[in-house]
């Protein structure tokens, strides 16, 4: 009877020692994995960059300046304002906007929007009246529509990059300006999402 118990019991230590050895591998594999997402930020943390502060840094040497703050109020929809200093040769035009943007993705500020924006623009000209040159200084309301696309970026998603294109129009008559008063405008923004 100790025969059978002790060759029982060697045959139970053989068929339990793989049991053993693939319990102390997943429990090795286990610990491993949460020592390492341990030093990553939770998915929650990095998930709520719900705002930006963005520039153009490309715009500046051709005396393009471009600064915008954008908030998320939903998942899907955010609030922006923007402004903006454009100067080619013959005249000056800056502009504040203020931008609603829906991001289907529902995980706004990221990814694809589509956007509609109201705001005032000043354009600073020289017209030719009467035969005399004269400095034109005009204000008008402004609406524009937008297509955009935005990343953020690294480890933690706090660097932000953003690019899209649309137009804007001036709400005045064509008559007031030399300067054009329906124009294309293009996005390049690099900030920080937090």
Known sequence: ??????????????????????????SLRQSLDSRTYAGQQPAAET??????????????????VS??????????????????????DD??????????????N????????????LGMVNTR??????????KQDETYPSIGVYIDYNWLLGKSNRFFVGAGFGAKRILGESDDFDA?????TARFLIGIAF
């Open 1 to 26: 009877m100790s025969r059978s118990f002790a060759l029982a019991a060697v045959v139970l230590a053989l068929l339990a020692s793989p049991l053993v050895a693939t319990a102390q591998t997943v």
């Open 47 to 64: 998930g709520s960059r719900s705002r930006v502060f963005a520039i153009n840094p490309l715009g500046i040497p051709f005396e393009v």
């Open 67 to 88: 600064v915008e703050f954008e908030a998320a109020l939903h998942d899907a929809f955010t609030l922006a304002g923007n402004f903006s200093y454009f100067s080619p």
């Open 91 to 104: 005249y000056t035009r800056s502009s504040f906007e203020v931008k609603g943007r829906l991001y289907p």
């Open 106 to 117: 529902e995980q706004a500020p990221r990814a694809f929007s589509v956007g509609l924006g």
């Open 125 to 134: 000209e020289n017209v030719v009246r009467n035969e005399a040159e004269v």
């Open 180 to 184: 054009p008063f329906v124009y294309g």
